[in-house]
């Protein structure tokens, strides 16, 4: 069934696609060719289409589970857009050191999330970690005892094949599992469908419960990994003043909301299901670097609405708190909810 599933993919693809499935496939060989170990475990969270899964919320819930169990989570990130030249620290556990413009907006929020945690941006997933680790035994060397509670979450890995892993993690979209299936530029899709093979674990997110059509779509390239179906929700709102709020506080009010996501669809769908009234929405490019001028526009169009709050996310609003800010801004908080079989998943077999 595979090998037929794999002819008919690449007897699919037009040129664009062929081409960057050339170039994909050169820097895969070389990469596995030279291809290093980390002396602690590695768990990978990615996925095989471009934005949209929840990747940095499903990072920090298996950053904080790791603590739970005891490991010490080390998150490694690319810290995409970000200007800092890595490796270097985002965080080290306490607060974040770097801006979001540093950092990339993703380690940015990571950073702002997670106490207790160590993120490290870096190009090069096997030098952010050593560095990490130097940082870490002031060169004198950590015991063995210590290693093994070290567990490296890789943020957005699974393409980087440059790096062993002992887990890969794959996030699919229920509401967009793969685009119209094709590659990059022509569509969505990072590599061709039959690289799920590789996955450990399968995460249908944004579902909420289980789509037996699409398990059974998924089971065409991965026979082994359990398939799970966890849930992005809203957990809290933050008040312009830092209160927090229950999701429950949006009931029956009316909001604006605004963003810069590879899914703000789904943001909006977060929000009414909280019980607000959306009154209107303004979009922006995924990482979209806000200035002034935008912040002016929100406030127009949410004013205009008829809209009493703008609502956004802590991922944007890392970007736009060094701004001049009106006075009913609130973020919604969304965090990645699984129930614990699959975090034993996750963290078997020792990791």
Known sequence: MISRVVAVEYHDMNLLEYLYYLGMSVK?????????RLPCR???????TVGGTGKTPAAIAVAEEAKKRGFLPVILTRGYKGTAKGPCFVSRGDEPLLSAAQAGDEPSLMAERLRGVPIVKGPDRFDAGMFALQAWDGNEGLPLSVLRRIVYILDDGFQHWQLHRDRDIVLIDAGNPFGNRKLLPSGRLREPLIGLERADVIAVTKAGRQDSGLVAELRKF????????????????????????????????????????????SFRNTVSRAGAEVSGMKMYPDHHPYAQKDIAAIARE???SGAEWAVTTGKDMVKIRDLDLPGNILIIEIAFTADRPFFDSVFSDGV
């Open 28 to 36: 895969r060989f070389f990469a596995l060719r030279n291809r290093k």
């Open 42 to 48: 590695v768990i990978s969270i990615g996925n095989i």
């Open 222 to 265: 991965n026979r082994h990994a359990p398939i799970f179906f966890p849930d992005h929700r809203a957990v809290s709102i933050t008040l312009p003043s830092g209160e927090k709020r229950p999701p429950a506080w949006l009931h029956g009010r009316k909001v604006f909301c605004f963003c810069g996501l590879a899914d703000p669809v």
């Open 302 to 304: 949410c004013s205009g």
